[in-house]
């Protein structure tokens, strides 16, 4: 009785999961048909609330924005909408901070969140998977000894949290391993494990580096 009530488990828990992550997805997406008015609306047309169409109708805005930016006069319409944001005290830090990362990830140029690595934390004792997210910024690499670079410490099962921290690059091992894969691996704490994942670096006790933990 056991083993086919957890059998039933492990074919629903995967399916129910997904089935509500796709759901809430629809369900934020859908929210773009409140820009069409009112007397238009599918539910007010049709009758009844069909899931979905929003999500069409986001993916035409992008598709179309994407089409209207990409000539000239598109190029000028957002330059002068940005030169608006820049007026604006606390929009301004909020929108150019999002838009840099923004074009960083999804640019395809640059080796942000392009590479996996090892890093020693908690402690030195310790590995955690981490992404590569730049390099110190020139106040910030003026101030450390060696070469160092930004890492990202994702937390696990939810990766979209974790810390950011400064490593020393010599003591960081990259990972033959694509992003997907060590989300995967985060994500499952462990269980789905990434093919051509190599072992950490075991140091001898004399060089081992000290690492002092945040203050919390």
């Given amino acids: 009785m056991k083993k086919y009530f957890i059998t039933g488990l492990l074919i629903w828990v995967p399916l129910v999961i997904t089935a509500w992550v796709v759901a809430a997805i629809v369900r934020t997406m859908d929210q773009s048909l409140l820009l069409l008015p009112h007397a238009i609306h599918p539910e007010t047309l049709l009758g009844f609330y069909l899931p979905g169409l929003g999500a069409l109708l986001t993916m035409l805005i992008v598709f179309l924005t994407g089409l209207v930016t990409a000539n000239i006069v598109g190029q000028r319409l957002v330059h002068f909408w940005e030169t608006v944001l820049l007026r604006i005290p606390v929009v301004k830090s909020i929108y150019y901070s999002v838009k840099q990362v923004s074009d960083t990830m999804f ?17 030195q004792d310790a ?90």
Avoid: C
């Avoid at 640019?107 to 402690?123: C, D, I, N, Q, T």
């Fill in 127 to 216: 590995w955690s998977v981490a992404f590569q997210s730049g390099a110190p910024a020139h106040r910030v690499a003026e101030q450390l000894d060696d070469e160092h670079i930004s890492v990202f410490i994702p937390t696990a099962p939810s990766p979209v949290n974790g810390f950011f921290f400064f490593v020393k690059k010599s003591e960081t091992i990259e990972l033959d391993i694509s992003v997907d894969d060590a989300l995967k691996y985060i994500v499952s704490m462990g269980v789905v494990v990434p093919t051509h994942l190599p072992k950490p670096i075991t140091m001898p006790p004399s060089d081992k580096p000290s690492v002092q933990l945040p203050l919390q």
């Fill in 107 to 123: 640019s395809g140029s640059g080796e942000a969140f392009r590479k996996v690595l090892l890093v020693r934390y908690p402690h």
